[in-house]
Structures are given as C-alpha cells and as structure tokens.
C-alpha cells in the first residue's frame, strides 16, 4: 500500500466523533482501540494521531490520564478515581494536584465500581471549602475482572472475596465457572452481572493464581491486580525495532569514550545494566569520574508508542526473580542495557576531583561507551577486601581501574566525614525463592566501601 494509499483511508473528524456516539458513552476508548475500529492503516498511525491531538487542542475531545479519549462533554465536570470506603461513602481523586478529593455520600455513586474513572459534578460546597458531590458517569472498561479468595461453596458453587478493601461487594461464582479453583486460592474473576443491594455479584473464574501462602501466588495476584504485563502492543514492538535500527548510526555523531576502561555494578540477578562508571587518576593529582548512564531518550520520542506506552506502566516493576520493564526487551534488556563489548549510547557527565575531595569541574556529554566488564556488587566488594574468589578473576585493567575508583571513594568518604554528612544506608532485602515459589531465605546486601 502506498502512503496516498494510506492517508485516503484516514477517518475524518467527522467519523472519529460520530463513533463515540455510536458505541455507547461508557466505554474507554485509547488510540490503538480507536485505530482497529476505524482500520487505520499502519503507515497511518502518525497521522491520526494528530488527528486526535488537534480535536483535543479544538476541545471537542479531552484526554483522560494521558491515555483515554472521550467527548469533552461527556467529560465536563470533576474527572478521577472513585475510591470506595467500606462504609459506602467513597471520594473522587482527581490528577490535578491543586484539587481536593470530592466527597460522594452514599447512594450517589451512580453504580461506579471502586477504582472506575467517573464524572462527577460538584452538588454543594461546605464552609470549610469541602465539596460534595454525586457521580454522574462511570467510564468502565469493556472487561471488569476482579482479584480475590476463592471460597468454596455448596454444590460446586462458591464466593470470591475481592483482596481490594474497598470494593464493597462480593463475587458469587456459579457451579461449573470456577476453573477448579480450591478453597483458599487466589483467582481472577471476570464479572457477569454487577452487584444487587446486598453486595454480592456474579462472575466467573478467569485465572488460577497460586496460594497466598507462597511467594509465587502473591506475586501472580498483585499482577493481575493492578493490570502489570509482560507482553507489550504490536506497534510498541515494530518502533522500538526501528529505533534499536538507527543507534548505530548515531555513534558517529556522538563524543567517543570507548578508549576507557568503563564497567557497570549490579546485582547478581540483573538483567538490565543502565548506569556505568570509570575512574582516571590525574596527572597533577586528584582524579576524574566519569559517569554514564543509558540515553534511553534517544530511543524513545515524545509522543510516540513507546512514549505513551512507557507513560501507561509508569516505572519497571521488579518482583523476587522477575521484572515486568517499562521498555520492551528490546531497549530494556538490549539496546538500552550497557552490556559489555558493545558500543552504547550515553548521557554523561565526568568530574574533576582533587585531592581533598573538592570538585574542580564539571562536563556533561552525549558519548558512547564500550563496557570493559559487567561486575556484581559480590564480586567488586570481595576484590577490595583483598580475595576474588566470587567470580572469574578481573582482567588487569579492570583491576586497575577499581583501585583508583577505591581511592577516590575512600577520599570522597573523609571529605563527607569532614563536613559532618549523615550516613542513612539502609540495608536493602532480596528474596530467594525455592522451586515450589515459597520463600527459603532472606539476604542482605552489602554495599561494601
């Protein structure tokens, strides 16, 4: 298809707006959504999303929390989360921080769930300056699931207890739609029909999750609880290929540290490497720091899917032997990730220091870097204390490079003792899990020097 191919089949504002009034008013609508239901091509997709940008700067649409599209009408008044309080009354948290949460006594929720994003008005304003409210709309998602205990019933019946506190209901699963969970289990539960005046609704077991019990079953729940994944869009994907692509090109352009002797220190069960380090000693006396860390920005532009996909999970999510990235592991674990023995693009900065610990300079570059080694935090804090049975032997001019960076940490530590700086590490956890997900062990971690 050529690009005039593509653009012909670009919907108008026209079809954009009359879809919504189409499909029903409570339904969330994102750009990938809307561009499978008005089959906008791939070439396309740039195209119509300045489509979207311009109907929203017209304010004929409004953007939800950076990701959600809705008529600006349907959208006027005081937007956010309904938090539900056990007791029935509940508030609606906007995003501006500016705003107090809304007051919504009970019976004006409009039949919002616990954690919906609503439209509520404002329906009077206390003399403190508290205001009260009642929700008018309930923007829910096509598919509302639910995470809880599953309590087994009679006949092959059973209840699922949802772990989120405020929800305010119960799930009844009938005969034959429990997947065969087990009483106690933690499960998924896909709803079929919302709650009567008794709070008790009707689901269906989507998803065994394991055992509270066990490490592996709590984690699957808190998962499946706050939406995290693994799995990212198709068009996330495609651009974060194409941008992996044009690195290479990009280090011609870029200041050249790949003479250094740079190593990165993580833990031993890392999986991405984003910061790294070297060390010189100067000729006159003092030393010179460079830091390093990934340029992630390079890989992902303002606006774009990785950009709005990034803005959707919010930070990386790490759990005992598993991490759910913010970037696909192609950037994450790759193109972003400073493994040794490939050519990098950096953000940087490298610092003069003397003698006493007093910085003299300061530069900050774009660069590229060759990782000499990818070091553990056993492995440098074992060749400092004078042994290096951790790990293979270092290479000499690693050695040597972790020497100078030793000096400089000791020079660095008595300036701080100097100056009377407070010391407030705290020892960081890791847990080890056995075969069967439960925890065997709890270990701390020594920063060493």
Known sequence: MTR??????????????????????RELWDEERLA?????????????????????????????RGRWYVPA????????????????????STDDPREVDLFIPPGADA????????????????????????????????VRRVVGRYVAGWRGSGLVEPLERGTGFE???????????ESGELVTVELTAHPDRGGLARGEVVERLGRPETAAGAIAATIAKYGFSSEFPDEVLAEADRRAARATAAVARREDFRDLTVVTIDGADAKDFDDAIAVERLRGGGFRLHVFI?????????????????????????????????LPPRLSEDVCSLRPHRDRLTHGLSIDIGRGGGMRDVRFHDGVIRSTARLTYQQVNAFLAGHDEVGPPLAPEVAAMLSEAAALARVLLRARRRRGALDLEAPEPRLELG??????????YDRGL
């Open 171 to 181: 799930v009844r699963v009938p005969a034959g739609k429990s997947k065969g969970a």
């Open 36 to 64: 499978r239901r008005l089959r906008v091509p791939g070439g396309a997709r740039a195209k119509f999303r300045r489509l979207l940008d311009g109907l929203v700067a017209e304010g004929r649409l409004r953007l939800l």
């Open 435 to 444: 075969a069967d997900g439960r925890v065997t062990a709890i270990a701390l």
């Open 294 to 326: 990934a340029d992630v920005a390079f890989m992902v532009r303002p606006g774009s899917a990785l950009d709005r996909e990034a803005l959707r999970r919010g930070t990386s999510v790490y759990f005992p032997g598993l991490a759910l990235t913010m």
């Open 111 to 142: 039949g919002a769930f616990h954690g919906d994003l609503v439209v509520a008005d404002v329906v009077a304003v206390k003399p403190d300056g508290r205001r009260e409210g009642a929700i008018r709309l309930a923007l829910e998602p096509a």
């Open 4 to 25: 005039r191919d593509a653009d012909t089949r670009l919907p108008g504002p026209k079809r954009v707006l009359s879809l919504f009034e189409r499909v029903g008013r």
């Open 73 to 92: 009408d349907q959208a006027a008044g005081v937007v956010g989360r309904f938090i539900r309080h056990p007791a029935g009354f509940g508030f609606v």
